[in-house]
């Protein structure tokens, strides 16, 4: 049974970076065929895809966030990491963390962090 933890701060200040970490067990961010996403969901709306990291490290982000985000990997933990800079409260949201299955979708989530950006 793979299992995904979100990780970070709950409450981050304008202007600065949001970070937070997704854990894995149960399964290899390497396998083949699998991509780890973050995926959002603001208040009362419904949820943004915004980015991924394959089994081998290549990155796909949301053309709407390229600019501010980044995902990075470690393997020797098995986590993957979402950086995303220069937060406003509009990036106040749940944060989940996700597996995909190339041309299948998400199949595995984590609960879900909340960052509230607030000065």
């Known amino acids: 049974q793979v299992q995904l933890q979100e990780s970070g701060p709950g409450m981050v200040k304008p202007s600065q970076t949001l970070s937070l970490t997704c854990t894995v067990s149960?399964?290899?961010?390497?396998?083949?065929?699998?991509?780890w996403g973050w995926i959002r969901q603001p208040p009362g709306k419904g949820l943004e895809w915004m980015g991924a990291?394959?089994?081998?490290?290549?990155?796909y982000y949301s053309p709407a966030l390229k600019s501010r985000t980044s995902i990075s990997r470690d393997t020797s933990k098995n986590q993957f990491t979402l950086q995303l800079s220069s937060v406003t409260p509009e990036d106040t949201a749940v944060y989940y963390c996700?597996?995909?299955?190339?041309?299948?979708?998400?199949?595995?989530w984590g609960r879900g962090a909340l960052v509230t950006v607030s000065s």
């Open positions: 996700a597996r995909e299955v190339v041309a299948r979708g998400m199949d595995y």
């Open positions: 149960g399964g290899s961010i390497t396998t083949d065929m699998y991509y």
């Open positions: 990291i394959t089994y081998s490290g290549s990155t």
